[in-house]
């Protein structure tokens, strides 16, 4: 359900997220490790093709090394066929005139939202994949992934909220907006 349209909205102060420093024995440590032992139980992932909500398992399947054991990989993924491609964009297209359509502070919030859930409840999964998937480290993943992903979706809304607030002290003779 779509929020009013008759109201000023002002979204929460930003600022960059504040880094992790996995230091032995810390707690972020302890969740990090844990997440990463969770997933290298659950190797290799099979990825299918994720089409309007629907898993598509085309059958040709590819397969992705860990970056670090070339000798074991990360998943198994379908890879798209033309069909798949063309369903692909055609429902990009109509999620895309969906969007466009959302009032702005509706979309806010859910970047915001997504920032959230970033930040806290997936952050330690998302750091085990990114180690696991691109070959860094702790530290690099922190960065690369949890805090500027969120920073991303948080300051991304910021400003675009600045950018609407600006409007001409004039307009053209006929129209107002």
Same mark, same amino acid.
């Given at each position: 359900?779509?929020?009013?349209? %008759?109201?000023?909205?002002?979204?929460?102060?930003?600022?960059?997220?504040?880094?992790?420093?996995?230091?032995?024995?810390?707690?972020?440590?302890?969740?990090?490790?844990?997440?990463?032992?969770?997933?290298?139980?659950?190797?290799?992932?099979?990825?299918?093709?994720?089409?309007?909500?629907?898993?598509?398992?085309?059958?040709?399947?590819?397969?992705?090394?860990?970056?670090?054991?070339?000798?074991?990989?990360?998943?198994?993924?379908?890879?798209?066929?033309?069909?798949?491609?063309?369903?692909?964009?055609?429902?990009? %297209?109509?999620?895309?005139?969906?969007?466009?359509?959302?009032?702005?502070?509706?979309?806010?919030?859910?970047?915001?939202?997504?920032?959230?859930?970033?930040?806290?409840?997936?952050?330690?999964? %998302?750091?085990?994949?990114?180690?696991?998937?691109?070959?860094?480290?702790?530290?690099?993943?922190?960065?690369?992934?949890?805090?500027? %992903?969120?920073?991303?979706?948080?300051?991304?809304?910021?400003?675009?909220?600045?950018?609407?607030?600006?409007?001409?002290?004039?307009?053209?003779?006929?129209?107002?907006?």
């Amino acid at each position: 359900m779509a929020s009013a349209q %008759l109201g000023s909205f002002k979204v929460p102060l930003v600022d960059n997220e504040p880094l992790k420093s996995y230091a032995p024995g810390s707690p972020e440590r302890r969740a990090l490790e844990a997440a990463l032992v969770e997933m290298e139980q659950q190797l290799p992932f099979e990825v299918p093709c994720i089409v309007n909500g629907r898993e598509i398992r085309t059958g040709k399947l590819a397969k992705q090394p860990i970056p670090s054991d070339h000798a074991r990989h990360l998943c198994s993924y379908h890879e798209a066929d033309s069909a798949t491609v063309a369903a692909a964009i055609e429902g990009a %297209l109509v999620a895309k005139a969906q969007w466009e359509a959302m009032p702005w502070n509706d979309r806010a919030a859910i970047f915001l939202r997504a920032a959230e859930l970033v930040s806290g409840k997936y952050r330690y999964k %998302l750091i085990a994949a990114t180690m696991l998937g691109q070959g860094k480290n702790a530290w690099q993943a922190e960065i690369d992934a949890a805090a500027e %992903l969120t920073d991303f979706f948080r300051f991304g809304v910021k400003y675009v909220e600045e950018l609407y607030s600006q409007q001409p002290p004039k307009n053209t003779a006929g129209s107002w907006k």
